[in-house]
């Protein structure tokens, strides 16, 4: 119940966005850009998830009056922050930085931007209808500019990397990202980066004590060694009282 209320509300408001906007010919200035983005954000991501939705549940939920739309859901997102996306543009030239600058978007935006890499980079797993990796690249690219030591666009980052078939640059984000949560005290994430590292380290053959630097390893040997020794000192001095 709680659902269909969510996507009617957002349904009328998307609505209403769209009756101004087409009146104003264009974009109205005059809406709030924390609302907009607001609207948008709900909008989109209905549409996404309707559309994730296996075919025999989907014919249901179609029935009670409900679909959706995987293209026009990215492409309502995109506008928040102004990205354009080749897969959907076609041949179309896109540009490399988003048409929103920082200091006219919504209060919503980098919500909207961790969205967009959800889909392309992580659902992409289930799904390849409407993935697009360079854009995800360019929001990435965006994002760790703004937030440097952010954990949630490092982990994207090193998602990102791990797509592109290069899991030893994933494996140094996904470190920075640990590290950002840790620091930022946002200490769950530090296990989601440490599976992802390790999955990184799988798929680069690399076994071994996770997130632990080569210092680590050395030491570790050391000590191994260091063990070994004693334990032989203490079998010859046995073997004396012995005799």
């Known amino acids: 119940l709680n659902m269909r209320t969510t996507l ?14 087409a009146a104003h010919g264009g974009e ?5 850009a924390d609302f907009r983005s607001g609207v948008y954000l709900g909008v989109g991501m209905c549409n996404i998830i309707l559309s994730l939705i296996p075919g025999k549940l989907q014919t249901l ?6 679909h959706g739309d995987r293209k026009k859901g990215l492409e309502i997102l995109m506008r928040v922050g102004g990205w354009s996306s080749t897969s959907l543009d076609g041949e179309k030239k896109v540009a490399q930085e988003p048409s929103v600058p920082i200091s006219e978007e919504g209060i919503r935006r980098p919500i909207v931007d961790l969205a967009l890499l959800l889909f ?14 360079p854009l995800a690249a360019r929001i990435v690219e965006f994002n760790l500019h703004r937030y440097p030591d952010g954990p949630l666009p490092l982990l994207a980052a090193g998602r ?3 797509k592109q078939a290069r899991p030893h640059l994933a494996i140094s984000y996904y470190k920075k990202a640990m590290r950002g949560a840790v620091e930022g005290g946002f ?3 530090r296990w989601v980066a440490g599976w992802e590292c390790a999955v990184a380290r799988m798929a680069g053959w690399e076994v071994g004590i ?3 630097s080569s210092d680590d390893k050395n030491q570790t040997e050391k000590d191994g060694e260091t063990g070994r020794e004693e334990k032989t000192q203490e079998e010859k001095d ?6």
């Open 8 to 21: 009617t509300v957002y349904r009328h408001l998307g609505a209403f966005l769209d009756e101004v906007d």
């Open 28 to 32: 109205d200035p005059t809406i709030d």
């Open 61 to 66: 939920v179609e029935l009670l009056g409900y």
């Open 120 to 133: 392309h980079l992580v659902l992409s797993t289930y799904t390849s209808e409407g993935v697009d990796i």
């Open 160 to 162: 990102l990397h791990l």
């Open 187 to 189: 200490r769950n994430l």
């Open 210 to 212: 996770l997130g632990s």
């Open 238 to 243: 046995t073997e004396s009282a012995t005799a």
